[in-house]
């Protein structure tokens, strides 16, 4: 079986049947229009395409790193049993 989603029955299938994967399909796509965009919309975040380099770097987004909480912390989709302390508070309690 392969599984698909974010679960439940109606996300298995027969992984025979799933598409191969082939090493085109990884490749990252290039831009070939003369502008392109970024972020959310807007005409600050068109620009030209003048570089391919330039233009991939400005596609890239990078994750925001995350600071730790100092408080309760919460893991999983919910409920009272996702919620938990850090190490050094539990040492504390």
Same mark, same amino acid.
Not at 2 to 10: F, V
Not at 63 to 73: E, K, N
């Given at each position: 079986?392969?599984?698909?989603?974010?679960?439940?029955?109606?996300?298995?299938?027969?992984?025979?049947?799933?598409?191969?994967?082939?090493?085109?399909?990884?490749?990252?796509?290039? %831009?070939?229009?003369?502008?392109?965009?970024? +972020? #959310? $919309? /807007?005409? *600050? &975040?068109?620009?030209?395409?003048? @570089?391919?380099? !330039?233009?991939?770097?400005?596609?890239?987004?990078?994750?925001?790193?995350?600071? %730790?909480?100092?408080?309760?912390?919460?893991? +999983? #989709? $919910? /409920?009272? *049993? &996702?919620?938990?302390?850090?190490? @050094?508070?539990? !040492?504390?309690?």
């Amino acid at each position: 079986f392969a599984s698909h989603g974010r679960g439940g029955a109606g996300n298995m299938a027969d992984a025979a049947q799933s598409p191969k994967i082939n090493p085109s399909d990884l490749e990252t796509p290039v %831009l070939k229009t003369a502008v392109v965009t970024t +972020g #959310r $919309g /807007g005409t *600050g &975040n068109m620009a030209q395409n003048n @570089d391919p380099r !330039e233009t991939r770097l400005r596609q890239d987004v990078k994750a925001v790193p995350r600071r %730790l909480s100092s408080g309760a912390q919460y893991v +999983g #989709r $919910g /409920g009272a *049993g &996702n919620v938990f302390k850090g190490e @050094d508070e539990l !040492e504390e309690l």
